[in-house]
């Protein structure tokens, strides 16, 4: 079975990674076949063909040529030779005798050839023997050359050169283990219940869940999740919301009276403003021929006279309101040169009564020059607003201190 080349751990035959890694076992898989493949069976021994006898091709017989000289002195030497002289001669070819052509040895059964018997070939011609008569000597003569023996065509050889395919060798093969497993959750391939890779895939086996996304304020300093060798930290981020949360309630309630003034002035800034009449006018002293209804009569040419410093005037509304504003007009007209006959309020305390019995206090410092004159106020559920004169300018016998008009102003 193949082995991992990463981890060494041993893995199925059909495996193609590593259960425990998850590694390729295709490379591994092939160097270990290599490294112990069982020796191949010898190769077939095939006899070699048997050499093939020169082919005998017809020789054409020679015409009777004089015999040369020598021969009359290989017989004169014979001659000899049976009276027992060894005279000295010079030696000369013998004619060799064709040899005989020999039975091939037996060679074990093989395949028919497809390929055709070639014929038998004619049976060589006896050579002609050298004549002993004596002739005339010839021209020497170049002799012509031999033509090549060609080998006779076995039918049962095996042609040169032909590779023969060595038999396959049968080996036992291992039985493969059963995959009985959960299946990849990837391709759906079964897997061993103890491998951590998909062994076609090499996908995880146990996939780790996908941490849930955490809410937005758990982002933030100092509630994002952090690792501690401690602990978790769950104690200390506890502790820390609700000291949060502590600090947020004790300051609401401290700065809610704050806020709701804030949030309206917002309020005040972005609306806009109408004008509002009071119900009722009263006043705690007055000159005679200027009531305190002179007031809030929308006429800059009357005024309240008050007889002296500490006179107050009051004004009464039916409903509850928000004061945003009130515009005050002193002296007894808007000519600069009738401003000056009469005594003219320059500090006037302001009482401004809501509908609970709350009561706000302002000084209203004013210009001693004729013309409207703003005074920001910015208080809810008004019912009553009350003027008192405590400064005044000009003040002398038989001048009255002279309130020409006071204009009041809601949020819509």
Not at 81 to 98: D, M, Q, W
Not at 199 to 214: D, F, I, N, Q, V
Not at 294 to 305: P, R
Request: hydrophobic letters at 35%; a positive charge.
């Amino acid at each position: 079975m193949p082995v991992c080349p990463e981890c060494g751990t041993a893995n199925g035959e059909g495996d193609d990674f590593c259960g425990n890694c998850g590694a390729y076992l295709g490379w591994s898989r092939g160097a270990a076949a290599r490294a112990t493949a069982a020796p191949t069976a010898a190769p077939v021994a095939v006899p070699a063909p048997a050499r093939a006898e020169p082919e005998s091709a017809p020789v054409p017989v020679p015409e009777p040529a004089p015999a040369p000289v020598e021969s009359t002195r290989r017989s004169a030497s014979r001659r000899t030779a049976r009276t027992g002289a060894e005279p000295t001669r010079e030696p000369t070819p013998e004619p060799k005798e064709e040899p005989k052509p020999e039975q091939p040895p037996a060679r074990p059964a093989e395949p028919p050839v497809t390929e055709p018997p070639a014929t038998q070939p004619p049976p060589a011609a006896e050579p002609p023997r050298p004549s002993t008569a004596p002739v005339r000597p010839a021209p020497a003569q170049t002799p012509a050359p031999a033509p090549a023996p060609r080998a006779p065509a076995d039918p049962v050889a095996v042609q040169p050169a032909k590779p023969v395919a060595p038999r396959p060798v049968s080996r036992p093969t291992e039985t493969a283990e059963t995959q009985d497993g959960p299946p990849c959750p990837r391709c759906g391939t079964p897997n061993l219940p103890e491998r951590k890779f998909c062994r076609r895939c090499a996908a995880p086996l146990t996939p780790t869940e996908a941490a849930p996304k955490l809410p937005w304020w758990r982002t933030r300093w100092p509630f994002r999740r952090r690792v501690r060798i401690g602990g978790s930290g769950n104690a200390l981020r506890r502790t820390i919301a609700l000291i949060v949360l502590i600090a947020v309630v004790v300051a609401g309630i401290l700065l809610y009276p704050a806020g709701k003034v804030a949030f309206q002035d917002v309020l005040d800034k972005l609306r806009k403003t109408a004008p509002i009449a009071p119900a009722a006018t009263s006043a705690s002293a007055t000159v005679e021929g200027h009531p305190a209804t002179l007031a809030d009569d929308g006429l800059s040419n009357t005024y309240w006279g008050a007889p002296a410093i500490g006179d107050s005037v009051t004004f009464s509304f039916r409903t509850p309101f928000r004061l945003v504003d009130l515009i005050i007009h002193t002296g007894d007209s808007v000519d600069p040169e009738h401003f000056r006959q009469q005594a003219r309020p320059v500090v006037l305390a302001l009482e401004v009564t809501e509908k609970d019995g709350t009561v706000h206090t302002q000084q209203v410092p004013l210009n001693d020059q004729p013309g409207p004159q703003t005074v920001q106020t910015g208080i809810s559920d008004v019912t009553q607003v009350k003027l008192t004169v405590r400064e005044a300018a000009g003040t002398g016998p038989g001048r009255a201190i002279a309130l020409s008009e006071v204009e009041f102003f809601k949020r819509t």
